[in-house]
């Protein structure tokens, strides 16, 4: 499965913004997750959804203001009250295994190419 994200760009404080992963494949296989790299700072997860049956993962991390759902080949990562530490380049990744729950970022998972959120002050 191929991913491709999309959706990022500039939002002030505040403000909401939706981002997309669409697969070239089907995901019923796969957990899809979003995860984010800010400059200078290490990888941090943010959520996961299971292709087996939608369940979500990791919401502890984002203070609830984030979602994560899927329809179809699509998986959406929905961004509400953003603060401009949410800046960072998001990325997209399928977990061929559909583990979210063990939270553990694999070798084999497979990753699209990033797409970067700048939230201004």
């Known amino acids: 499965v191929q991913l491709q994200a999309s959706g990022g760009g500039l939002v002030q404080a505040g403000g909401s913004l939706t981002l997309s992963c669409i697969s070239s494949?089907?995901?019923?296989?796969?957990?899809i997750a979003w995860l984010r790299q800010a400059p200078g700072k290490e990888r941090e997860k943010v959520l996961c959804?299971?292709?087996?049956?939608?369940s979500t993962y990791w919401e502890d991390s984002m203070e609830g203001r984030f979602t994560i759902s899927r329809e179809k080949n699509t998986v959406y990562l929905q961004m509400n009250n953003l603060k401009p530490e949410d800046t960072a380049v998001y990325y997209c990744?399928?977990?061929?295994?559909?583990?979210?729950?063990?939270?553990?970022?694999?070798?084999?998972?497979?990753w699209g190419q990033g797409t970067l959120v700048t939230v201004s002050s």
């Open positions: 990744a399928a977990d061929p295994f559909d583990r979210c729950d063990l939270g553990i970022i694999g070798p084999n998972w497979r």
């Open positions: 494949g089907r995901l019923d296989h796969y957990g």
């Open positions: 959804i299971s292709g087996m049956d939608g």
